[in-house]
């Protein structure tokens, strides 16, 4: 029975790491927006450099201490990791639950996002079958070499390695946010009609002779005359439905919010996302300037947006002679939509069609017929499959090297008895 508890709990242990490695290493830019949150909310915010190369740090360590655990990999090496891992987390989450200063913790990305205390009690229960796996270690040792043990986990660090910086340089292989293709962003900032609404308590302060109580709508005494008024306060108590896309919106001063016009275009419309204009290249700009000639010719909404300031848009306007003008949005929306500085989406009516890192703009020139049905549109379903072929291959070629590496030991070991 402890047999199968002690099985059943590294199991358990090492697939939770190898998901959460997992979704962070798609996802670099998400973890390092996360780690800055996090770091600002802390007043920590000469570490804010840190935050990318953290970021991939993190992934890759929960990623190979999951394949170490569920391998029975180096495991003695490995679960003191994992026992260190959830001693320092454990405790942090409880501050964090306490403190709340950022409300998603970010240990399972946009994959699957729990509160704090959420995440606290998950850290216990991770906490207590790692403890348990510790104690057992010396019983349930590999037999096979180290050397092998070894190769496995250095596999495992350039699946996530390279995970991590495919979905840099291009895009999260895969999507949990709300703008992932084929998503509605106009249906995903709808509310339901019998969605939950958030619910306050009222608290009101009154004074008498010199004394200062607190009361709420039950007992305030709006009769006696002998209390007299300071002041009130309301208090959320619980959390009412939010919709996944919140916030978003598209205006600038010339034009007024233009967001409903966007999202119900009937035709299909180009999206330029920058948070940043200051980090855009000349090759890039000139894609999208393509881009924009190519949407007035073609009768295609070409729309830019950013969160940069007014004279700052201006100045990059007309430095670079643009064929269009940016409005703002949020920049924590901007983030969100695409991870990329710029990032462009293709849409219709609201719905997106297809997103692209700045690296892989399409070029103007090589757009023909239908935006859906062109081949600019097939290029992230291509890279994933061609990045799953690469690392299914060398794991098949990395299983057989191991066998015949071990058949060739046994055989020279026959030998030798001979």
């Given at each position: ?13 090492g ?34 450099e ?8 993190l ?13 029975n990999?180096r ?15 454990t ?14 913790c ?24 790692t403890?348990?796996i ?38 999260p ?9 084929g998503?509605?962003i ?13 619910e ?13 109580k ?14 007299k ?14 919709p ?10 010339k ?9 119900n ?25 393509n ?15 950013t969160?940069?300031?007014k ?6 306007t ?35 069609i ?31 499959k ?8 060398t ?5 057989v ?18």
């Open positions: 029975m402890k047999r199968i508890a002690q099985i059943t709990f590294r199991l358990f242990v697939l939770t790491f190898i998901f959460s490695g997992f979704v962070k290493a798609i996802d670099p830019l998400g973890s390092t927006y996360k780690f800055t949150d996090y770091f600002l909310a802390f007043g920590m915010d000469s570490l804010k840190i935050a990318f190369p953290l970021a991939i740090l992934s890759t360590l929960e990623f190979t201490v999951g394949m170490s655990l569920v391998f990999s495991k003695n090496i490995f679960v003191w990791i994992a026992l260190l891992f959830m001693l320092f987390f405790p942090l989450t409880l501050v964090l639950a306490l403190t709340n200063p950022v409300s998603d970010g240990c399972f990305g946009d994959a699957w996002v729990l509160t704090n205390w959420e995440t606290f009690w998950k850290n216990i229960l991770i906490l207590a079958c403890l348990f510790f104690w057992k270690r010396k019983n349930d040792e590999n037999k096979n070499p180290i050397w092998e043990q070894n190769l496995l986990l250095a596999f495992a660090i350039l699946v996530a390695g390279t995970l991590s910086f495919y979905s840099y340089r291009h895009l292989i895969i999507d949990f946010r709300p703008y992932h293709i998503a509605n106009g249906e995903g900032m709808r509310i339901p009609e019998d969605a939950p609404s958030d306050y308590k009222s608290l009101f302060t009154y004074e008498k002779d010199g004394i200062t607190e009361f709420d709508e039950t007992n305030y005494p709006w009769q006696d005359t002998t209390w008024f300071v002041n009130s306060e309301q208090i959320k108590i619980k959390e009412g439905y939010t996944p896309i919140h916030d978003f919106s598209i205006s600038n001063d034009n007024g919010d233009i967001t409903d016009m966007v999202l275009h009937e035709g299909y419309t180009f999206l330029f996302v920058s948070k940043e204009l200051s980090k855009i290249n000349d090759v890039t700009i000139n894609k999208v300037i881009l924009a000639l190519y949407s007035l010719n073609y009768d295609v909404q070409f729309v830019a947006i969160a940069s300031g004279q700052e848009i201006e100045d990059f007309l430095e670079y002679e643009l064929p269009f003008e940016f409005y703002n949005t949020d920049e924590i929306q901007l983030k969100t939509i695409v991870r990329s500085n710029p990032g462009l989406v293709l849409l219709k009516k609201g719905t997106i297809d997103k692209w890192h700045f690296r892989d703009f399409p070029d103007a020139n090589l757009i023909q017929g239908d935006l859906a049905a062109s081949s600019i549109t097939k290029h992230q379903t291509i890279n994933i061609l990045l799953i072929i690469s690392i299914t291959s794991l098949l070629l990395l299983l090297l191991f066998r015949l590496i071990r058949i060739r030991f046994a055989r020279e070991k026959n030998r030798l008895r001979l």
